[in-house]
């Protein structure tokens, strides 16, 4: 696209966006909502308060809420231990997971079901 074609696209663009700006300060919602802004920041400045102080006060378990959440990420319930005894050699093997290289040959050799069958409950 050439330089020319650019410029004129990005004019176009930015009279429709400031058509849109000029609808939006008509609207008298908008209005509204800037004048609650403007004093409710005016009300917290002259009293010391911050937004997060009040919505603190507002709702208190919001504050909470944020603090626990990345603390339950990392908590989980341990893996149990799992005892597979080999009918055929004696062997027994311990494992939290299924990734066992002994546990994944015994699977290829008898099968997922049977070795899943030797599990020790």
Known sequence: M?????FRQLEKHLA???QALEALKGDA???????FETKIRDL????GFSLKDVINILDPQTGSRASTAPAKKGSRKARQVKVYKNPHSGETIET?????RGLKAWK???GSD??????GK
Not at 44 to 47: C, D, E, N, Q
Request: avoid cysteine; charged fraction near 35%; hydrophobic fraction near 30%.
């Open 29 to 35: 919602g908008l209005k509204k909502e800037i004048e």
């Open 108 to 110: 290829e050799q008898y």
């Open 96 to 100: 939290k997971g299924g990734n066992h």
């Open 114 to 119: 049977t070795v899943e069958s030797w599990l």
């Open 16 to 18: 429709e966006q400031l």
């Open 2 to 6: 050439s330089r020319l074609a650019e």
């Open 44 to 47: 917290l400045a002259k009293y």
